[in-house]
């Protein structure tokens, strides 16, 4: 068990609907990160939050957004989606704001699925 | 750009050693990472390498240098549970991390 809570393992929706994702970090982890893994493919980096604040941006299209709350939790927001947008959703965590050999721990996921 | 290269599938024996190699062309260089990733689970550490040479762990080993933008990942005495994708993943000068496409293991008996 890494720490990182997902929530929810699994979400089945349709073309043009939104979801929102969850995450809460290890205890004491102030950076959340998403990254999306669609069949066969490695891990996409979408966004990252350190401490509340939206620190780097990878990949992400314009219908997604996430915030990261005072508890440090995070949410990850799809809208108008695609079934192009089905994939697992990962969340990973790191003590501090990246780099200097932190290890990123990862969430079990969110399996989602449009339809 | 960012660029990370990895076979996308190896085999091996039960009991044998397989190298998976990973090279890469980013935005600076901060660190390796490699991962462990069995199917629709959370990737989970193994090693990291940020100066040359070879770390050993166990059964696992990672090697880096960083004049050829290499690493490889070294699994010994294999086992069915290995069985798994394998992620190397660099850090940039941004402290962002950027990672491969992954290389699928199968260990067979």
């Known amino acids: 068990d890494s720490g990182v809570t997902q929530t929810p393992k699994h979400l089945i929706t349709a073309t043009g609907q939104r979801v929102t994702l969850r995450c809460s970090p290890r205890?004491?982890?102030?950076?959340v990160y998403w990254y999306q893994q669609s069949l066969d493919q490695g891990l996409q980096f979408l966004i990252q939050?350190?401490?509340?604040?939206?620190?780097a941006k990878g990949n992400i299209l314009e219908r997604f957004s996430a915030q990261q709350f005072p508890d440090l939790h995070s949410e990850l927001n799809l809208s108008s989606l695609e079934l192009g947008d089905s994939a697992l959703y990962f969340c990973?965590?790191?003590?501090?704001?990246?780099?200097?050999?932190?290890?990123?721990?990862f969430g079990s996921g969110t399996q989602l699925s449009v339809l | 750009g960012q660029n990370i290269d990895q076979p996308t599938e190896m085999t091996a024996t039960e009991g044998a050693i397989v190298q998976i190699n990973c090279t890469y062309q980013?935005?600076?260089?901060?660190?390796l990472f490699w991962y462990q990733q069995h199917a629709g689970e959370a990737p989970t550490f193994l090693s990291y390498?940020?100066?040359?040479g070879l770390e050993e762990k166990g059964r696992f080993s990672s090697f880096l240098s960083r004049s050829k933008g290499y690493s490889y990942l070294l699994l010994k005495e294999l086992q069915m549970k290995d069985s798994a994708s394998y992620l190397c993943?660099?850090?940039?000068?941004?402290?962002?991390?950027?990672f491969g496409p992954g290389t699928r293991l199968s260990v067979l008996p």
């Open positions: 990973a965590s790191s003590a501090g704001s990246g780099g200097g050999g932190e290890k990123l721990f």
């Open positions: 205890s004491g982890d102030l950076s």
């Open positions: 939050y350190y401490n509340g604040e939206e620190r």
């Open positions: 980013t935005s600076g260089f901060n660190g």
């Open positions: 390498n940020v100066l040359d």
């Open positions: 993943a660099v850090v940039d000068y941004g402290q962002n991390f950027v």
